[in-house]
């Protein structure tokens, strides 16, 4: 193939340090708008490592879903304030739907009431990674609806039920690889 007709995979309109928003603005790469999307893309990964290796298809699609929204919210996130509305996709729907998951799943468990350690299957300690991910993303989100860079407060109640989804998916994925007892934090020994 020449050369010419290659397609190219970088823009270099980033090189001095600045992005474009989702209107007529462009800011340094480390506003805290990037900043917070970048946070959300990154959960939005490390939930796609946990999909890859998720053992029942079903719940595997859930995490698909969740994916998708996250990354319409973070085209809300990017955007202008005066574009945001243009891009408003998550909203009360989309955080009473992760509940109805997150109950669906955590009815089919026997939680403990104590902090449990992530690790007892693969599946499991990638859904708690994401969650992590999730819950830094979440205090970005917050810190742009504090400071009223954004306004849909349905962002961080989404953000907020899906760590909760990934808990609940961590544990429920434990019990899928054969682990009748979750990993204490506190060694009862």
């Known amino acids: ?42 959960a ?3 939930l796609g490592v946990a999909r ?3 053992q029942d298809e079903d ?8 994916q998708r929204d996250l990354y319409h919210l ?31 799943y955590g009815s089919r468990l026997n939680l403990p009431r104590e902090f449990v350690i992530s690790g007892d299957s ?8 994401a969650r992590t991910v999730v819950r830094r993303a979440e205090r970005s989100v917050v810190k742009l609806d504090d ?4 306004s849909n407060p349905e962002l961080g109640r989404y953000m907020n039920r899906l760590s909760s989804l990934c808990f609940v998916l961590a544990r429920y994925e ?5 682990q009748s007892k979750v990993t204490l934090a506190k060694d009862v020994g």
């Open 59 to 66: 719940a595997a699609q859930v995490v698909l879903q969740t």
């Open 174 to 178: 434990d019990a899928l690889s054969g």
């Open 44 to 46: 939005q990964s490390a």
């Open 52 to 54: 890859a290796i998720m």
């Open 122 to 129: 693969a599946p499991g300690a990638a859904l708690d990674y």
């Open 147 to 150: 400071d009223g860079t954004i």
């Open 1 to 42: 193939m020449a050369e010419q007709d290659s397609p190219k995979y970088y823009t270099a309109t980033g090189d001095d340090g600045m992005t474009s928003l989702l209107g007529d603005q462009r800011v340094k790469k480390y506003h805290p708008q990037p900043m917070c999307y970048g946070d959300v893309d990154e």
């Open 74 to 104: 973070m085209s809300e996130l990017a955007a202008t304030p005066e574009n945001q509305e243009r891009f408003r996709k998550i909203n009360a729907d989309r955080v009473v739907w992760l509940e109805k998951h997150t109950d669906f």
